[in-house]
């Protein structure tokens, strides 16, 4: 099946030859699908509606069957995130030493659940389940860096800082 | 590369090493954070003191206690250092030779280390996670030649089966067993893969190991794949580990490099390519046929067993699956032998098991310890019991399929069956201690929310019974729930157990029935009094 002149992704764009090569080397077979989701996403930040219809078409894939593997695992996401990230982990031992309190006080201090991103796409929040470090509990990871064994107090403290506005 | 040219690129490596007076090596596992920091400090403090070709700084894999951590260790001395900072490099550097930096030491006593039995944790800490030639001078891909020079297929299979090895994934399902019957199944193509996707939040075993000894792991692989008549595998890790992932590709292109996977592996007739699949953040992809499902690319929804897959996997095919640490066992099994193997641990759990020692304990961290030893050796000589003054109440193991084993059962000794008859299960490893400030309906709930959100929505039984376990639960956290409620709860329970199609499902109740069996009162202590009757329910 040729590709498609209207699913064919802007050939400028560099960040496609790194998702290119990707389903190259699995032979542009179906098994490629989320290896190709994951390398997308790592170029984009997320996986929108054009990016998935490219995707299909290169791999010949429905995109209905596309869209039920995206959206069937958590790791990916069909938003854009916010210019900082914080994640949370609710791991088990996370949960025992008290991140649903962080996540309560994040919800008061910044009226964010998990998986929203502020007004201003200044801050996302994301939960994410276990990355384990459990030792080091509880676990948060602003834009990726890991912090853990903080109390409540010592751990707000930080996260106020590191968003520049410490009262 | 042949089992001569091996050789001597180990003693070349090795004799390198040598030529350093001192090494110092740093934990640079994600449980030590700031360990870059700490190694660029001590190679500054190092090149400062013009030590430079006396003094070796290396990055290893994890030390095991967390809690204490960044650990540094100096050889030749065996002199650990605790929650070092980049800071404390000039005092480190300085005192080789000497005294050691008495505030920084760790007791060398320590019943957390004193105690352990390390097998499969044996080189983690002590080498180089991103260096294959430290992993061959420390006598690794010995194995592997042992097995490709001297054993026919039959023969591996038969000493793994000799040494009662069980699968550290969670079920136990005897290792030996499941090789023969792959390399019995008829058909051109065979597949291998590693079940890496430790989804159970709360364990850390396969992340660790996978980011201290990959090559032990991808030697374990081969030798498996070489018994079963596997060219092509496949090593599943979760997203969520970046460091193992990064770590592990790199193995395997240096594996390659130097002809230890690929075409005709050593000289010999076997060939074997590994590749990576990357999880995508579901718990249920850890069930073997939905992580079939997952590596075809599809959503990871699991298929009636039998057919099991070791008959017909990944692509119809006969596939090996096995856990992270079951394959980092089978070197050590094949260097010292199967008798050496099922000489450790109890009459039918065999071995050593690595446990992730959190939540409540002093010494949170990675600890492998041999089957049979009690859960209070665990807890309170390695783990070095509860802090703040507070008391023990259970211990939960095999994280959401698990159960939790009140303080009455510290005794017990460790293995499959032992906690299977305390209505718990090994599980991959996870060991979670929970004082008395802890609900057990909280954690109960905790883990049905968990259960109900990873559930992949295939049966009834598992997508809308972990939905009402948890509505039920909500109850009981809200003091709501009457005796109808916990009858429904137990009757829900035993259904949603027997009528799953797999074992996220099947398991799922597990954490519920067994606080129903030890914390029964903390449930009869959220009831409403009965309604008296004739009046009108609300």
Known sequence: MPVNESTAPPADDTRWQLIDRVMQRLDRRPDALIETLHAAQDAFGYLDSTTLAHIASRLRLPPAKVFGVVTFYNHFRLKPKGEHTLAVCTGTACHLKGNDKMLAWLRDRYHLAPGDTSPDNRLSLVEVRCVGACALAPVFLPDGALVGKKSFGEATAIIEEWLGDAP | ?538
């Open chain 2, 1 to 538: 590369m042949h089992r001569e040219e091996l050789a001597a690129r180990a003693a070349e490596h090795q004799r390198r090493l040598d030529g350093f007076a001192h090494h110092i090596l740093v934990c640079a596992g994600l449980g030590c954070p700031d360990n870059e920091a700490i190694i660029a400090a001590l190679r500054r403090a190092v090149a400062e003191r013009q030590m430079e070709n006396r003094v070796l700084v290396r990055k290893a894999g994890c030390m095991g206690l967390c809690a204490l951590g960044p650990i540094v260790l100096i050889q030749p001395g065996e002199i650990a250092y605790q929650t070092v900072r980049p800071d404390d490099a000039a005092a480190i550097v300085a005192s080789l030779g000497q005294e050691p930096v008495q505030r920084l030491l760790l007791p060398p006593d320590l019943p957390f280390f004193a105690r352990q039995h390390k097998n499969v944790l044996a080189l983690s800490g002590r080498i180089d996670p991103e260096s294959i030639d430290d992993y061959l001078a420390a006598g690794g891909y010995g194995a592997l030649l042992t097995v490709l020079t001297g054993m026919r297929p039959v023969d591996v299979v038969r000493s793994i089966q000799e040494s009662g090895l069980r699968g550290r994934g969670g079920a136990g399902y005897p290792t030996g067993l499941k090789w023969a019957t792959v390399a019995k199944a008829t058909g051109d193509r065979k597949y291998l893969i590693c079940n890496g996707d430790e989804g159970d939040p709360g364990a850390f075993m396969d992340r660790s190991i996978l980011e201290s000894t990959p090559h032990a792991v991808l030697e374990g692989m081969i030798i498996a794949a070489y018994a079963v008549g596997a060219s092509q595998g496949y090593i599943y890790v979760r997203a969520e580990y970046p460091l193992a992932v990064k770590r592990l590709r790199l193995a395997i292109r240096e594996a390659e490099r130097s002809n230890l996977l690929g075409r005709a592996i050593c000289g010999s007739g076997f060939d074997l390519t590994l590749q990576i699949r990357l999880g995508a953040g579901a718990f249920v992809c850890g069930e073997e046929t939905a992580l079939i499902e997952s590596v075809e690319g599809r959503r990871g929804i699991p298929r009636p067993r039998p057919p099991y897959p070791a008959e017909k996997g990944l692509w119809g095919c006969p596939t090996l699956i096995n856990n992270v640490e079951t394959y980092a066992n089978i070197p050590p099994i094949v260097r010292n032998g199967a008798a050496w193997f099922a000489a450790l641990g109890t009459d039918r759990s065999k071995g050593t098991k690595v446990f992730a020692l959190t939540g409540k304990i002093r010494h949170t961290g990675l600890v492998e310890v041999p089957m049979g030893i009690s859960l209070r050796e665990i807890i309170f000589d390695i783990g070095g019991g509860i802090p703040d003054g507070h008391a023990l109440k259970a211990v939960q193991t095999g994280g959401p399929s698990g159960g939790c084993i009140p303080a009455d059962f510290l005794d017990t000794p460790v293995s499959y069956e032992s906690l299977h008859e305390l209505g718990s299960i090994m599980g991959s490893g996870g060991m979670i201690v929970i004082d008395e400030t802890s609900s057990m309906i909280d954690v109960v709930r905790y883990f049905m929310e968990f259960c109900m959100e990873e559930s992949c929505g295939k049966c009834v039984p598992c997508r809308a019974g972990t939905a009402q376990i948890h509505r039920l639960l909500t109850r009981f956290q809200e003091r709501r729930a009457t005796a109808a409620d916990l009858a429904m709860l137990e009757s829900l329970c035993d259904l949603v157990k027997h009528a799953s199609l797999c074992g996220l499902g099947q398991s799922a109740p597990n954490p519920v029935l067994s606080t129903l069996r030890y914390f029964r009162q903390e449930y009869l202590d959220r009831m409403v009094p009965a309604e008296p009757d004739g009046e009108v329910q609300p």
